[in-house]
């Protein structure tokens, strides 16, 4: 049974910070690229970033490039997204996922073997 739980939502104000976290189970944390997506109302999921399997590659959406920062840490099974200069449009439920493959075509389209249940994030002007 494989599952990811994301953590670290919340209500910021415009120009503050969050750090969100995802936790794995039931894989194998290693083996597989990580992605962190976002769906606020009315809306289509969209790509926000993407790790590859040892952390040592990243690629973000031009709209968070530059204030949104992925790490992972394979020991803990864990991967983080730290969110900075947050604007009211970054408003939206955050999910990780975890696939398998990692290029800029899986990884941005959404095709992912696994996916968490999202937490909140509020940004307020």
């Known amino acids: 049974q494989v599952q990811l739980v994301e953590s670290g939502g919340g209500l910021v104000q415009a120009g503050g910070s969050l750090r969100l976290s995802c936790a794995a189970s039931g894989l194998t944390f290693s083996s597989y690229a990580m992605g962190w997506f976002r769906q606020a109302p009315g809306k289509e999921r969209e790509f926000v970033g993407g790790i590859s399997w040892s952390g040592g590659t990243t690629y973000y959406a031009d709209s968070v490039k530059g204030r949104f920062t992925i790490s992972r840490d394979n020991a803990k099974n864990t991967v983080d997204l730290q969110m900075n200069s947050l604007k009211p449009e970054d408003t939206a439920v955050y999910y990780c996922?975890?696939?398998?493959?990692?290029?800029?075509?899986?990884?941005?389209?959404?095709?992912?073997?696994?996916w968490g249940q999202g937490t909140q994030v509020t940004v307020s002007s």
């Open positions: 996922a975890a696939d398998r493959r990692f290029t800029i075509a899986t990884m941005t389209g959404g095709v992912y073997d696994y």
